[in-house]
């Protein structure tokens, strides 16, 4: 796949606001956020979009999922709630090609999305 500009920021070769990063993701407050808490969680692995997860992935997908509340916890969202957002392709509303997991909180969220 193309790298995109998820991959520099794993590199450090552009800044971001870092919460959360270990060998296999790393996690950043999104440059436009849509909420008072938005954080992007992503996998180092450039996989593209949810169509491209394979079952080699299966263990990376686990892990992100056993980080989400961690971070949530980290960002103080934990117990008011929040949503966790996964867009994938051109009518899911995904504009970079590199598998990313919202984290949104802080607010009431509404039901359904746009
Ligand atoms: P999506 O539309 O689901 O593909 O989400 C991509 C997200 O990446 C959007 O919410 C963007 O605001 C965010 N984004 C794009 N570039 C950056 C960046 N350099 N740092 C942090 N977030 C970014």
């Known amino acids: 796949m193309a790298e995109t500009i998820f991959t520099k920021i794993i ?5 971001a606001k870092i919460v959360y990063e270990d060998d296999l993701c790393l996690a950043f407050h ?23 997860i394979s079952k080699e ?6 892990h992100i999922w ?3 509340p961690k971070i949530a916890q980290e960002l103080e969202i934990a117990d008011s709630g929040y949503r966790v957002v996964n867009n994938c392709g051109r009518e899911g509303g995904q504009s970079v090609d590199h ?4 984290i949104l909180g802080g607010r009431p969220l509404a039901w359904p999305p746009g």
């Open 66 to 68: 056993v980080l989400i």
């Open 99 to 102: 598998i990313h997991f919202h």
């Open 11 to 15: 590199r450090k070769e552009i800044p």
């Open 57 to 62: 992935d299966q263990e990376l997908l686990g």
């Open 30 to 52: 999104d440059v436009q956020p849509q909420a008072p808490i938005h954080v992007l969680l992503i996998p180092k692995k450039e996989i593209s979009s949810t169509n491209s």
